[in-house]
């Protein structure tokens, strides 16, 4: 029906029956066709879709999308890039719920951006990618973002082609800036004290509970960013650090202007040379929200405490 080889619909619920409905439908189709097929969606729904599919949800890769993609810009490169280059010659089928009741509303601006960046991530690619909403369970806003950043639109009455579907506009009107937090403490930074970064960052980390890997992880993050800003963000920055809602934040602001909008959600072979950069913190962070225009960029890395 659809000319373009990648398809990514929304799917429009209501209820657990029309969601067991549509969805098993399309993993069905999917077994029945040999394709491989994989199903990335909150706990509650992961559950009700094995158990819908038996003895065959064995054949199908399930995530829970709560930890897979609880940040949404790891849900690219670490779940359905991960999942379909693993199957380049064939036609490969993904459910992916990364937008859920419950979601905050610090996350949900990159949620959004996440959808809408699907679409320039797997252009040309043999991928179907079905993303679920819960219409009784979502705002009237995120409904209507849903129509801007999918081509297709489904629901229990059938599928019909997007009249809004415009995700440059929803990558664009997130793209603000960052509220400003109550206190922090800070750094300014080049070449001459980043390790004084990290160890900033692990001294806030640590003062409120992290150890082991996961300090490892924000001391790992929070180089790399720093390191980003020596690199392409003018030769200088500007760390600041702080807790807000559950969550130590650390933040790294520069003068540089990111014009890539798929910029850390590419996967990158770890045979090949050079820093991994927003990737890695994409990878290790609970979240990261951003805002780039000419002449500043700033990344907030989100960790949750433990």
């Not at 969601?19 to 069905?28: D, K, N, Q, W």
């Not at 806003?141 to 629901?155: F, Q």
């Not at 200088?236 to 602001?253: A, K, Q, T, Y």
């Not at 950069?277 to 960790?303: C, K, M, P, Q, W």
Request: charged share 25%.
């Amino acid at each position: 029906m659809w000319a373009e080889p990648f398809v990514h619909p929304a799917l429009f619920y209501r209820g657990d029956g029309e969601y067991v409905s549509a969805t098993t439908a399309f993993v069905l189709e999917g077994l029945a066709a040999g394709e491989p097929v994989a199903v990335s969606v909150p706990p509650r729904n992961l559950a009700l879709i094995e158990a819908a599919l038996g003895d065959q949800a064995k054949d199908v890769l399930l995530l829970d999308m709560t930890k897979a993609g609880r940040n949404p810009g790891r849900i690219i490169p670490g779940v359905l890039r991960a999942f379909a280059d693993r199957h380049p010659d064939q036609h490969v089928r993904i459910i992916g719920e990364p937008i859920w009741p419950g979601r905050t509303a610090t996350e949900y601006p990159a949620c959004a951006q996440h959808e809408a960046l699907i679409n320039l991530s797997f252009t040309g690619r043999r991928v179907t990618i079905l993303c679920p909403y819960d219409l009784d369970g979502l705002t009237e806003e995120v409904i209507r973002e849903a129509a801007r950043t999918h081509p297709v639109l489904r629901d229990a009455t059938g599928e019909w082609a997007s009249d809004d579907y415009a995700p440059e506009l929803v990558v664009d009107g997130h793209n603000r800036p960052l509220g400003e937090p109550e206190k922090f403490v800070s750094l300014s930074f080049d070449h001459t004290n980043l390790s004084a970064v990290r160890g900033l960052a692990a001294r806030e980390a640590i003062a409120a509970g992290f150890q082991g890997d996961r300090l490892d992880d924000i001391r790992l993050a929070v180089a790399e960013l720093g390191a980003n800003s020596l690199d392409h963000g003018g030769g200088s920055g500007v760390l600041r650090v702080w807790i807000e809602d559950d969550r130590l934040v650390c933040e790294v602001s520069d003068s540089g202007h990111i014009t890539d909008p798929l910029v850390g959600r590419r996967p990158v072979d770890p045979r090949d040379a050079g820093s991994r950069g927003l990737l890695i913190v994409n990878l290790l962070s609970d979240l990261v929200r951003l805002h780039t225009r000419e002449g500043a960029t700033t990344v907030r890395a989100y960790f949750d405490l433990p």
